[in-house]
């Protein structure tokens, strides 16, 4: 089968993509520096596009999804993966796709505290220049694909990390009051996946979050209930403090949360992230 979607990058968020795709009848070519980590049955191609350009002469994708990731956490970095490397690969194509996601993050939304929920109306106003590489890198993707669709994704959970379950379980919750916003990585690619195939015409923004904006103690008691370990400082709605995220639009279109709150996403043995 000939590939009608182009993954440009292609770790755990673009291969769980990238195979709910394939179970759709797509065919998924994967762009990653190493094509052998790319699951079957996605066809990889090897190659490193912040230093060269792909070849993609030979494909004509109806769809698009840029999920990248960049290492370290530098301003450097994400500038030659997100901006830089996502220019190369998408000027390679032939012709402009049907429709296109980009996956940002909404660490570009401005973190002061707001008595409203955020939602796509609030400006850009990252904090740092790994954010701002974020923000350049939108641009730049809708100056190459005006129809294409940016997809802010807030905290990510669920993969191979246990950053926090480890923060929990060492009592290093130092900030129960802070306002912290999430979601599972099987909803994130379950949104990107429904932006490419709804009927109706995707906005070009939407935030992917899920219902539930929690504070850190909130969260880390559940967590600790689930691990057994020593409950953390209690959270207080009065200090809260931090942005709290809104996935209205995105939820207007159709798409719903499987996992709708850290509860269900943390339940069980689910205790990554």
């Known amino acids: 089968m000939d590939p009608d979607v182009l993954l440009v990058g292609c770790g755990d968020l673009g291969a769980a993509v990238g195979l709910r795709l ?13 094509a052998d980590l790319v699951p079957e049955p996605l066809v990889g ?18 769809f698009v999804v840029v999920a990248l990731t960049a290492r370290p956490r530098t301003e450097e970095a994400y500038r030659a993966t997100y901006v830089d490397g996502m220019a190369r690969a998408l000027d390679a194509l032939a012709v ?19 008595p409203a929920l955020s939602d796509e109306s609030t400006p850009a106003a990252p904090s740092d220049g790994p954010g701002r590489q974020l923000v350049a890198a939108e641009e730049a993707f809708h100056a190459r694909i005006p129809h294409g669709t940016v997809l802010r994704l807030s905290g990510l959970y669920g993969g191979s990390s246990t950053r926090l379950r480890d923060q929990v379980a060492e009592g290093r919750v130092t900030d129960p009051h802070r306002w912290t916003n999430r979601i599972h990585r099987t909803d994130a690619a379950s949104a990107v996946v429904h932006l490419l195939t ?7 923004l939407y ?8 504070q850190m103690g909130d969260v880390a008691a559940f967590l600790a209930s689930q ?6 400082p209690a959270a207080d709605p009065a200090q809260g403090h931090g942005k709290r995220l809104s996935n209205a639009r995105l939820r207007s279109t159709g798409w719903t949360p ?11 043995l689910d205790l990554q992230g």
Do not use: F, K, Q
């Open 22 to 34: 394939a179970d759709l009848g797509h065919g998924v070519l994967a762009l990653r520096r190493n």
């Open 45 to 62: 191609r090897s190659v490193d596009i912040t230093a060269s350009a792909p070849d993609l002469s030979d494909v004509r994708p109806r």
């Open 96 to 114: 402009p796709p049907e429709r296109a996601v980009l996956v940002s993050s909404t660490a570009v939304c401005a973190s002061g505290d707001r």
């Open 198 to 204: 709804m009927d109706a015409t995707p906005d070009t």
């Open 207 to 214: 935030l992917g979050t899920d219902d539930v904006p929690a």
């Open 227 to 232: 691990l057994g370990a020593p409950a953390p």
């Open 258 to 268: 499987s996992l709708p709150s850290y509860r269900e996403g943390y339940a069980g």
